[in-house]
C-alpha cells in the first residue's frame, strides 16, 4: 500500500531501487484479467481495513478484559491501566469478571448514550461539583454539596463505555469530594446515591480510592443510628458526625430507614468489617416485629419509641415504596438466606393484592392506590414511584414466586404506559388518580401534580420485564417514551424537568436531578440492548438509585 501511495509523489519515485522497476515491468506483462483481480484485491483489503479502523473508533470496542485481580496486585494494575490509557487504550478495560460491557450495540442504544454526553456536558460546562445542573438557567444548584450528579451518573458513563467522561468523573471524586463539611444532608438520599454509587463504582473498577471514599463516608453516616431504638433519624451531619429528627417533626420515614440495608451491608462485605451491616440489618430486624395491616407499613416511624405513627398513610409510593423493594431486594443479596424478609415481602404482596390494587372504570385499569386515615378511606390515586413495582414483582416471580405475582407486574405495567400515553408529551404526571364509577375516563390529572422530574419507576420496570421475558414491546415503550424526553424536556444545556406534561408546550422547571443519569438513562441504556444481560439479575441487585451490586452468597 505505501508504494502505491508513493507513486503519486514523483521525486520519491526517482529513488526507488531497480527491484521497484522489475516489479512494474512484471505488472505490464500482466494480462488484463489478471490485473483486476490484483486491483479487485487490494480494494476488498483497503475497505476491511476502513471498517476495522471505524470500529475501533466506536465505543463498540470498549473491551472488557476479564481479569481476577486480587488484593495485592492492585497498585500494579492500576500503574498499568495508567499507561494503557496513554497510548490509547480504554482504562475501563479492567474491570470485574462478572460483567461484560461492549458499549452500545445499536441506534437505540447510541441515542441514549449521546443524551447521556449531552447532559453530562451541560452539567460539565455550568455546574461542575455542584450537586444538580439549571440546565434552563445555565446555573447550579447545591443539596447536600456532594458533587452528586457527578457521583450518582459516574456508573452509568462505565456501563456506557464512556471512558473520557468516567475519568474526568473520577479524578472529581479522587480530589474534591469530601465529607467534612459542617452540613445536613438526608441519611437515605446520600447512602442510596452516594454510598451506593461509590460501592458500585469500587465493584466494577475495583480501584481502592472508592471504596476509601464509601469507608469515610458510611462511618460518619453510621450516626443516624445513635438513637434510642437504633432506628435511623433522617438527617446527618455528615463532619460533626450527629443525628437528628427533621425540624418538622420527630419521625423519620418508614422506606428512608428500610432502604439502606443494601448499601451498608455491601460496604461491610466490601470492607471486612460487620458494623455497617449491623446497625442496618437491626433496622429491618425491629420492623419485622412491628405489628403490620397484613404486612402493609404506615409512612412514618419514631425513631426514639422504635413504633410508627399510627394513622400515617399506607402507600407504594412516597416514603412507602422501597421499603417494599429492599425486604425482596435483601433476601436475594444474601443468597437467599434470610427468610423472614421474603416472608415479609411475600405477605405485604397479598397485602396489596387485598386492601390496594383496585380497577378503575369503565376500562377495569389495575391501578394500586392508598389507605389513609389509619386504614379508614381508600384514595384512589398512585404516584409514578409506584411504578417501580411491576419490576420488582416481575423479579420476585423469577425468583419463584407465585404467577399471579407477574400477572399483576404486567397488568400494572399497562396502566404505567396509560399513564404516559394519557398526554400529548407522552410523559407522565407526577401522581395519577383514577375514577371508580366513571362512564368516560379512567384517570385523570391533577394540575398540581402533573409535573415531570423524568423519574426511573417506569422504564426500570420495563427493563426487568424485557430482561426476565425477553418481550420487545417492552423495549418499544421505552422508546416512546424517551422520544417524549428528548422531544419535551431537552434543551441545549442538558434535560429538566417539567412543570406540566399536560401542556403541549410545556413549561420548564429548570432542573436536572441526578436520577435521570444515574437511573432513567441508566435503564433505558439496559433495556435497548439486544443482549438482556448486560447487568445480570443473577448476579445483581439494582439499589434503590440503580446501581448494581453483586449478590453474595449469604
Ligand atoms: C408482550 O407484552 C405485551 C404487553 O404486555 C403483550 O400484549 C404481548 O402479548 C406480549 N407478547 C408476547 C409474545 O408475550
Redesign the pocket.
Known sequence: IETWRSSDNKDQYLEQSTSHRKIIRRWNQLSRLQRSLVYAFVIILVILLVILLTSKATPTNIKVELNSLKNSSLVNDHQAADSAQTRGRPLVGIINSMLCLKGPGNARQFAVVESFKHAWRGYKDHAWGHDNLKPVSGMSFDWFSLGLTIVDSLDTAYIMGLNEEFEEGKEWIKNELIFTKNKDVNFFEVTIRVLGALLTNFHFTEDVMFLDKAKDLGERLMAAFSSPSGIPYSDVNLGARTAHAPEWSHYSTTAEVTTVQLEFRELSRATNNPMFEEAASSVSEKIHQLPKKHGLVPIFINPNTGHFLPHATITLGARGDSYYEYLLKQWLQTGKTINYLLDDYVTAVEGVREFLAKRSSPNKRLFIGELTSGSESFNPKMDHLTCFLPGTLALGHANGLPDWHMTMA?EL??TCYLTYAAHPTFLAPEITHFNMASTTDDMYTKTADAHSLLRPEFVESLWYMYQI?G?T??QDWGWQIYQGFEKYAKVPNGYTSLANVKAEKPILRDMLESFFLSETLKYLYLLFSDDRFVIDLSKYVMNSEAHPLPIHKN
Open positions: 404486567e405495567l399497562y421475558t418481550n414491546t417492552y
